[in-house]
C-alpha cells in the first residue's frame, strides 16, 4: 500500500474496505444530503489571508481546553459503535486520540476506554426518555475521569437517514452500545426494510421534550462541566450558558439531522460573538485538513472536532490508522500556520480570512 498523505486518501481506502452498509451508515446525511454537502463547501470558501516577515521558527500548535493542556486543538467527535470499523473500537481510537468525545454508544465500555485513553475524555449523552440511563452515565463518567459531558440537542429525533432506510439498516447482533441497557437498545438490531434502526430506536427512546429546564437539571446533577452539541443560533447558545452549561459544540451533527441547516463554519461566528469568550466554543462537520482547522480558529473555535476521519482511519488500519489521520491534519496544521504567519495559536483571528 502506498502511503495515505491526505484525509482523503484515508477516506477513499476505508470506502474499499468496508462493507456498503456500514460505509453508507457512516457515510450518510439526511434527507438530500445539502448539509451533508454543505459543510465541505462552506469551508472551500473561506481563503486565507496569510502574512510574511513574521518569525515562524517555533511554531506551537498546542492550546488549553477546560483547564487542560492539548499538543493540538484538534479532539475526535462523538460517533457510535467504533466497533462498526475495528474490533477494537474506541479502546483503539482513544490511544490515538490527543482527546476523544465518547459516544453514549460506544461500543466499548467507559472504563475500558478510559484504562487506555492517552488523553482527556469527554462523554457524550443524548437525552433517553428512561432518564436513569442518562443519570447512569453521569455516574460512570465521574467514576472513570470523564472531564467533561456534553449533551447532544439536535437529535429530538434521528433525521430522514435515506440510504439507511433503503438498505433497512440495523446494528450488526455482534456490536453492542456497550453502555447503555441492553433493553433500551434492542430494536437497534432489528432490520426492517424500507426503515432505519436508528431512527425508530431514537422515536423509541430518546426524549423529544428536551428543554432548558432539563438542561439545568443534567447541570445540577454532577460537578462536570456540561457541553451543549449542535447549537447553530446565537439564540441556542445564549439559552445553553444561561441554563449552566460549560460551552458549546457548533454542529449540525455532520449533515445527519436538519437537511438545509447552515453548513457548521458558516454558524460559527454568529455562536462565538453570541459566548463571548464565556466557555469553550467548539466545532465539528467537515474537517478535513489543517487550513480547516485554522480556518475554524480564526472565526473563534477554541477547538476542533472531527467525526468520520477518525473512522475512516480506524478503518484502514486501527490504532495507527486513527493516529495516522490525527497526525496528517496535526502536520499540515503546523504547515498552514508556518505559512501563514501565524506560529501560535492566540495569533490566529479573523484577520486571517479574506472577505467574502
Ligand atoms: C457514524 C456516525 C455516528 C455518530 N454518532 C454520534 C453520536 O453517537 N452522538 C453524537 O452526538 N453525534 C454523533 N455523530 C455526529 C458527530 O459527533 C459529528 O457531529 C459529525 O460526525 C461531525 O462531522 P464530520 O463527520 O464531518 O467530521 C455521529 C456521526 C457519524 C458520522
Ligand atoms: C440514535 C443516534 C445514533 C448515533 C448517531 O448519532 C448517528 O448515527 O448520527
Redesign the pocket.
Same mark, same amino acid.
Not at 462523538?78 to 459503535?81: D, F, N, W
Given at each position: 500500500m502506498d502511503a495515505l498523505l491526505t484525509v482523503a486518501e484515508y477516506e477513499a481506502a476505508a470506502r474499499d474496505r468496508l462493507p456498503a452498509g456500514i460505509w453508507d451508515?457512516i457515510a450518510g446525511g439526511s434527507g438530500q444530503e445539502r448539509t451533508l454537502a454543505a459543510n465541505l463547501d462552506a469551508f472551500a470558501r473561506l481563503a486565507l489571508r496569510p502574512r510574511c516577515l513574521v518569525d515562524v521558527s517555533r511554531p506551537d500548535l498546542s492550546t488549553e481546553l477546560l483547564g487542560v493542556r492539548l499538543r493540538t486543538p484538534v479532539g475526535v467527535a462523538?460517533?457510535?459503535?467504533h466497533r462498526l470499523v475495528h474490533p477494537e473500537g474506541e479502546v483503539a481510537t482513544a490511544r490515538a486520540a490527543g482527546f476523544l468525545v465518547v459516544?453514549a454508544?460506544a461500543s466499548r465500555t467507559l472504563e475500558e476506554i478510559a484504562a487506555a485513553a492517552a488523553g482527556p475524555l469527554w462523554l457524550q449523552l443524548?437525552w433517553f426518555r428512561r432518564r436513569e440511563v442518562v443519570a447512569g452515565l453521569v455516574r460512570r463518567a465521574e467514576a472513570a475521569g470523564y472531564r467533561a459531558l456534553v449533551l447532544?440537542v439536535d437529535?429530538p429525533r434521528? *433525521?430522514r $437517514?435515506l440510504r439507511e432506510a433503503r438498505r433497512g439498516f440495523a446494528i450488526p447482533a455482534g456490536i453492542v452500545a456497550a453502555n447503555v441497557d441492553a433493553a433500551v437498545m434492542a430494536r437497534?438490531h432489528e432490520a426492517v426494510d424500507g426503515e432505519s434502526a436508528?431512527v425508530r430506536?431514537?422515536r423509541e427512546?430518546?426524549d423529544p421534550s428536551l428543554g432548558p429546564a432539563d438542561l439545568a437539571w443534567l447541570c445540577a446533577q454532577t460537578d462536570l462541566p456540561v457541553l451543549v452539541k449542535g447549537v447553530l443560533t446565537a439564540e441556542d447558545a445564549e439559552l445553553a450558558l444561561a441554563h449552566g452549561a460549560a460551552g458549546v459544540v457548533v454542529s449540525n451533527? *455532520?449533515g $445527519?439531522?436538519l437537511d438545509g441547516a447552515v453548513a457548521s463554519v458558516d454558524a460559527l461566528a454568529e455562536v462565538a460573538a453570541a459566548v463571548a469568550g464565556r466557555g469553550p466554543v467548539l466545532l465539528d462537520g467537515g474537517v478535513r485538513t489543517g487550513t480547516d482547522v485554522l480556518r475554524a480558529l480564526a472565526l473563534g473555535a477554541s477547538a476542533v472536532l472531527v467525526g468520520r476521519p477518525a473512522l475512516w482511519g480506524l478503518a484502514v488500519d486501527g490504532e495507527p490508522g486513527a493516529r495516522a489521520v490525527l497526525d496528517v491534519i496535526a502536520a499540515e496544521l503546523e504547515d498552514a500556520m508556518v505559512l501563514s504567519g501565524r506560529p501560535r495559536l492566540s495569533d490566529v483571528d479573523p484577520s486571517l480570512l479574506a472577505r467574502p
Open positions: 451508515y462523538p460517533v457510535a459503535y459516544s454508544f443524548y447532544t437529535t434521528v *433525521g $437517514r437497534t436508528l430506536h431514537s427512546q430518546l451533527h *455532520g $445527519r439531522q
